[in-house]
């Protein structure tokens, strides 16, 4: 499938996998406002070989979530051509494979942005996964490199050649992690490669949007931006919105129900409201003590009353 007959129709966006944010439920919230493609957590090729039944749970999908990329890690090419013909992953519309991530446990194995390092690896990867999944579209995510950007734009041409259908780059370094700012200084360079690129780092406002697409990005990425805030998306395309805070928390909460314990989803969704919350007035009290609950029936009765005060969030909109 080329790319362009995959964001037909919908907006040039991604919403950028991140780990313990984007399961079933947060890329389901999303949705609705418009994004283009949903990508899932990272997710080890190697253990879903070994048939690891919570690498196989993050990978539950909702019928409303297409189109969705599965994204795998790992540096076996051919367990990783192997994981993705298992039914769990031949479910998604793609794969994308992660060659960005810059935790250290993550580097350490040799995964992740390790393989910016190992070009000649990293490109048997993607060859015998794009063999794997045949027409199905592949794509590669990484940062500019290790500590500069001086590789970056022979990274994108090794992933051209080596059957990525498009990139996704985090224009940040490894060594910068989650810090600073995104230099897209390379962007004109990287896209004139031949291969669409999303940009990815920084995106907040439809400004940013524009100018990156002016810059030669084909689409763009957003990960943390998204983060209680799932209407950037229609934001970024100019497109009318409206979010009832106390409904989409609800939903999100239902949502992560359906496959967890309520002591989990709990925890889980402390982090959601949280970011919710951010930034709205007479909200950071009601944090505190969503932060502290210990069921999920105290976080919405905290969510309700603070909405039922403060109704001008019911209906959030653009």
Request: charged share 25%; net charge positive; proline share 4%.
């Amino acid at each position: 499938m080329s790319v362009d007959k995959l964001f037909k129709g919908v907006t040039r966006t991604i919403l950028a996998p991140m780990a313990g944010y984007t399961d079933y439920a947060f890329r389901s919230i999303c949705r609705p406002y418009g994004v283009g493609l949903t990508v899932t957590e990272m997710v080890s090729s190697k253990a879903l070989t070994m048939d690891n039944d919570l690498s196989k749970k993050m990978l539950y999908r909702e019928s409303n979530d297409t189109p969705s990329f599965c994204q795998i890690f790992g540096h076996e090419p051919i367990v990783m051509a192997d994981s993705v013909q298992l039914d769990e992953v031949k479910a998604y519309d793609g794969v994308d494979i992660n060659m960005g991530c810059p935790v250290k446990k993550i580097v350490k194995s040799g995964d992740g942005s390790a393989l910016l390092e190992n070009p000649k690896l990293a490109s048997q990867c993607i060859t015998a996964v794009k063999q794997a999944i045949g027409d199905k579209p592949l794509s590669v995510k990484f940062r500019l490199g290790v500590s500069d950007s001086n590789g970056a734009v022979d990274f994108a041409k090794m992933c051209r050649d080596s059957g990525a259908d498009f990139i996704t780059v985090h224009f940040r370094t490894r060594t910068q992690m989650y810090s600073g700012t995104a230099d897209y200084t390379l962007l004109p360079e990287i896209a004139k490669v031949g291969i669409p690129v999303f940009a990815n780092g920084d995106l907040t406002a439809r400004e940013d949007y524009r100018r990156l697409l002016d810059m030669g990005a084909y689409g763009v990425a957003v990960g943390r931006g998204a983060v209680g805030k799932p209407y950037i998306f229609a934001e970024l395309a100019g497109l009318p919105y409206e979010m009832d805070l106390y409904e989409v928390i609800s939903r999100h909460t239902e949502l992560l129900l359906k496959t967890f314990s309520d002591r989990v989803v709990c925890n889980e969704m402390k982090k959601h409201v949280t970011a919710y919350l951010k930034g709205k007035r007479n909200a950071k009290p009601v944090a505190i003590a969503v932060n502290t609950s210990h069921t999920t029936q105290e976080i919405m009765n905290l969510v309700a009353k603070f909405v039922l005060e403060n109704p001008q969030f019911r209906k959030i909109q653009g």
